[in-house]
């Protein structure tokens, strides 16, 4: 829409301009009729299409000027209709040769209709002004797709650079935190046959299962190529009726399913902890750009005293570009909403 409004804004502009231009110059201003002033508005006209049917904008502006030298308006939006010839080649680059071509016959044709007798040196005019706005509007397009290429590459090189580091960091983490994890694990499970029987042999016991599950989530989550647990699975486990409405796509990119998998645990965990509420909703919608997710809750609407899960859930979110927002909703209660764009991920 705002394409339109400015194409359209871009018409009326140029159409000002050619109407008013010349009439500061006096030895025209006697030259400007109603059929001058028609032809400039039929010739401005199709600027207004140029991006939505840039072909169609400029054989419909030439064919007006033509119709201007038939009727011996030669100059009568001249300007304007290679403009228009300029813009189509920018749009649509693969057309070009038939650009130039046509543009190099419609200004030969109207050449030779508003010259009489024809001069030799009017038609070395003809290949200069006819293909100069093709070749233009060519070139720029040229540029803009190189300058998206390097950006595209620059942004490839940033991902790959921030895919090492993340590699190397989870080799570290793993080296370092997975060997005292598992030393406390063995230490726990070797105490345990000292001290069974014992009241030390439950808590132990429970050191030991905790490092082992702590051990395993680390290794999870260091490793990109496997997906976090199932929503079902994360809802099966927490206490309280949940109502899902929607589920994950399949095709989603690896971070932003961590992400929005991450962003409905740790709301639902806080439903759980900080909440008096029994019941939660979690609502996922897809609109094939963002992923939207919703959680609310029936609670008082309190998130937790540190608010580091919050803090942490807007932190996954905004680095993927998306929005977070959190806060009471009425008349009671809590909601969290993340919009996650979909598009540009690592899959």
């Known amino acids: 829409m705002a394409d339109r409004a400015q194409d359209a804004l871009l018409a009326a502009l140029a159409a ?3 109407l008013c231009l010349p009439v500061l110059d006096s030895s025209a201003a006697g030259e400007l009729g109603p059929v001058w002033v028609l032809l400039v508005l039929g010739a401005c006209a199709p600027l207004a299409l140029r991006r939505r049917l840039p072909l169609t904008a400029a054989a419909a502006s030439a064919g007006v000027v033509s119709i201007g030298v038939v009727l011996g308006q ?8 290679l403009a228009a010839i300029g813009s189509a080649a920018y749009h649509r680059e693969d057309r070009w040769p038939v650009l130039a071509l ?9 050449i030779v209709l508003a010259y009489e007798p024809l001069q030799p040196l009017d038609l070395l005019a003809v290949p200069g002004t006819a293909v100069a706005p093709v070749a233009l509007g060519y070139a720029l397009r040229l540029q803009k797709s190189r300058a998206e290429q390097l950006a595209r590459l620059r942004e490839a090189q940033v991902r790959q650079v921030w895919a090492e580091e993340r590699a190397q960091l989870a080799r570290d983490v793993h080296d370092v935190v997975g060997h005292h994890l598992s030393a406390i694990r063995m230490q726990a499970v070797g ?3 000292a001290l069974a029987g014992t009241e030390a042999d439950a808590v132990l016991t429970t050191i030991a299962t905790l490092s082992a599950e702590a051990l395993q989530e680390i290794r999870r989550l260091l490793d990109d190529s496997e997906k976090p647990p199932d929503l079902e699975a994360l809802v099966a486990r927490l206490p309280g009726r949940i109502d899902v409405r929607g589920a994950l796509p399949a095709d989603l990119p ?3 399913r961590h ?3 991450r962003v409905v645990q740790e709301a639902l965990t806080n439903v759980t902890r900080h909440s008096s509420a029994e019941e939660a909703e979690v609502r996922i919608a897809d609109d094939e750009e963002h992923l939207v997710i919703t959680v609310d809750d029936q609670g008082h609407g309190v998130p937790g005293p540190a608010g580091r899960g919050l803090r942490g859930m807007r932190e996954r979110v905004e680095s993927l570009g998306g929005s977070f927002a959190a806060g009471p909703r009425e008349p009671r209660g809590w909601r969290v909403r993340a919009r996650i764009p979909t598009r540009g991920g690592a899959r």
């Open 16 to 18: 000002a301009l050619s």
């Open 74 to 81: 030669p100059q009568a939006g001249v300007v304007v209709a």
């Open 102 to 110: 046509g543009s190099a016959i419609w200004m030969l044709f109207n």
């Open 191 to 193: 105490s345990r046959k």
């Open 254 to 256: 690896r971070d932003v």
């Open 259 to 261: 992400c929005a998998y």
